[in-house]
């Protein structure tokens, strides 16, 4: 009888513990694009706005608005990522075109056509900066990009001395709340773990 009564609590502790683990996990995949979005920064004062590639238009929206406000006297627009080099410089005036159109001067851009990923932005932006001497950049991405582009530039920036903030912008789309409800924000946040898998194990 006591061999019993211990076997039935095994099973009620080993159920209770299962419960846990899925309701753990059904919290943290329900929190896993504001995972994602957690690093991003509010503006303040620097020395470049970096308005990152692979953008549909709100990366470059959101850079001329902080040129705007103030927040940095010159913008750097670096190339579509995953596109043919000959491809970057058109992509790279249209944008500059939708920012001017906004007020941001044509003599304020800088232009990186060379980068073709995150990582190669980093650096690319970090050489600039180092050439330049400036000290504090805000990179503009979007919100699901915000956990991937904090830890490369942490990578790539450290012991340079060099501050980076990490802005988002504010896509139409985006539902990081009941994300996986929405086609184009679930897809987002799953091809950006995968993305975040990749660049642990390779850099």
Request: proline share 5%; no cysteine.
């Amino acid at each position: 009888m006591r061999h019993g009564r211990s076997h039935a609590r095994s099973r009620w502790i080993w159920l209770v513990a299962a419960i846990l683990v899925v309701a753990l996990a059904l919290r943290a995949i329900s929190q896993a694009a504001r995972f994602l979005e957690l690093p991003g920064a509010a503006p303040v004062k620097a020395d470049l706005i970096v308005a990152l590639g692979g953008e549909g238009g709100d990366r470059s929206l959101t850079a001329a608005s902080l040129y705007a406000a103030g927040y940095a006297p010159r913008i750097l627009l670096t190339g579509l990522e995953f596109s043919a080099k000959e491809t970057r410089p058109a992509f790279l005036h249209w944008r500059a075109q939708v920012m001017h159109d906004r007020g941001v001067p044509m003599d304020r851009f800088e232009y990186d056509p060379q980068a073709g990923n995150s990582w190669e932005e980093a650096i690319n932006t970090r050489r600039l900066m180092e050439a330049r001497r400036w000290k504090r950049v805000l990179v503009v991405s979007d919100p699901y990009h915000m956990r991937r582009l904090s830890w490369t530039w942490k990578q790539v920036f450290k012991g340079s001395g060099l501050e980076f903030l990490p802005v988002a912008t504010k896509p139409v789309f985006w539902k990081p709340d009941g994300w996986w409800r929405d086609e184009k924000s679930g897809a987002q946040v799953i091809m950006e773990y995968i993305k975040i898998g990749y660049y642990l194990v390779k850099y």
